[in-house]
């Protein structure tokens, strides 16, 4: 696919709200339909349009939008079927189009400050990202976060010759650094605990001497993976407004990654913490 052939997140509009206009992620069913008059199985082509938007970088999320009236076809229902059973086999993590609407205008307002000199420092401050809270360098497989010398960094995890680096909502102007990774075929390893990946969303991170804890809040169980500094078990909690909601343990490889899933809604928000099983975290 033409990387020419995605809309773009949003066009600058000259609307009396002085707003930016979103575009949606990716088409609904007439499109693959001809204005729904035939091919009423086409929208099961939007899975091939995904694995083109994602490789060899990711242009566009995984976007499924769809009217009540596929429903009216076993043809349509069948293909809205098979996008839905794709979905849940990606490693996504699913947001409200409001949400991905704040994430378009922050790509158009995103400032990097170069700290350390003209940037040869490889360090950058963060500022006016609005709702933007991942960033990707390319070509950067040797490159990992210096968290030593960051500050409002959730995690990071390489992708596809690609470093995406997750920033904390709580923070308003991040600071991230980049050094040279020890090697690329595994999470780098950090003195202070990151996100590698996740189904939720994530922030108000801290660490102090038992664990860490962050603040947790999306759709369906809470699938992540972790990477902390020791290996080993660690015990897992879920909170609501000082109320225990599931209690848990999961192991940390020798790598340090661990991965676990959290079976509570998050869609009021969750207060996880995480403490090692010997109650010493370093």
Known sequence: MPISRPSPACRPSACRWGRNANYAAGSNENTYTDLWTNRFYGYRNLVNTMRHAGSPLRLKPFNVYYHMYTGQKPASLNALVSVLTAAQGQELAPVAASTYARIAEGYYTTRFEPLDGQGSGRRWRVRDRGALNTLRFDHASADAVDFARS?????????????????????????????????????????????????????????????????????????????????????VTAERDGTRLWSGSADADADGRLALTVPVSAIAPLLLRFRPADGAAG
């Open 151 to 235: 500050s409002g960094v959730l995690g990071q995890r390489h992708s596809q010759g690609s470093l995406y680096v997750a920033l904390d909502p709580a923070v308003a102007e991040p600071v991230v650094a980049l050094a040279e990774a020890p090697r690329a075929d595994r999470d780098p390893p950090a003195a202070t605990p990151y996100l590698v990946q996740g189904r939720w969303a994530f922030s108000a991170f801290a660490a102090d001497d038992h664990g860490f804890h962050v603040a947790a809040t999306g759709y369906g169980a809470g699938a992540m993976v972790w990477q902390v500094p020791r290996p080993g078990r660690w015990t």
